[in-house]
Every structure is written in C-alpha cells, then in structure tokens.
C-alpha cells in the first residue's frame, strides 16, 4: 500500500492550496481516508477525514469552514481543498487511510503517506 500527496508549497495567508493523495494497494471505496499535520515542535494533529460508512466529512475545530476533504474515486484517493489559510496551518500534511477504524481513530490509521509541506507566509 503505497499513499502519495502532492500539492504543497508555500502560499500567503488568505490565499488557497488543493492537496492531493494518490493510493495504491487500496481501494478508498472501502477505506477511510484522512489527513494528519505536523507543525514544527507540536504534535501530530488530525485535520479531516473522510469516512467510507456514511460518507461524512469530519473536521478539526480549527479548519471548519475553510478545508474541504473530497474523495475521489476516479482517481483512487482523496483531495483537501485548503481556503482561507493562515500561518498557524504551516506544517507537514500527511495523508492516512484505514480500512477498520473511522474518522474519531484517526491517529490510529494504518497507513501513512510520506507527507507533503505546507508553508503560510503572513
């Protein structure tokens, strides 16, 4: 199972960036699909999620209103549409998947992609 996300960089604050996440090995009709962060010398926090079940979208309190996370299964994988943003955004986004738990055990997804850097200059 590989996970890839592409789309990062550095953008202003205010501005808008689109992450992307290509899976291999799995299906995300039949896995959950979230994405994770990082910032420097915090810890790893969960953003959004996806869940395979009900097809609901749930969000970290912080982000509600300005990310989007939409699965697409055209191209086997996820997309986290990111408006709005700030420089507290400014981390690595990792993209995760799981086939057992859902969107409430996001830290505990099996796989993790190699994570892409999202930088938010002010």
């Known amino acids: 199972v590989q996970l890839a996300e592409s789309g990062g960089g550095l953008v202003p604050a205010g501005g808008s960036l689109t992450l992307s996440c290509t899976a291999s090995?799995?299906?995300?009709?039949?896995?959950?699909i979230g994405w994770l962060r990082q910032a420097p010398g915090k810890a790893r926090e969960g953003v959004a999620c996806f869940d395979r079940g009900d097809l609901s979208a749930w969000y970290e309190d912080s982000v509600k209103g300005r990310f989007t996370i939409s699965s697409d299964r055209a191209q086997n994988g996820a997309t986290l549409q990111m408006n709005n943003v700030t420089p507290e955004d400014t981390a690595v986004y990792y993209c995760?998947?799981?086939?057992?738990?859902?969107?409430?055990?996001?830290?505990?997804?099996?796989?993790r992609g190699q994570g892409t850097q999202v930088t938010v200059s002010s």
């Open positions: 995760v998947a799981d086939g057992f738990y859902d969107c409430h055990q996001l830290h505990r997804f099996d796989y």
């Open positions: 090995g799995l299906s995300v009709n039949t896995y959950t």
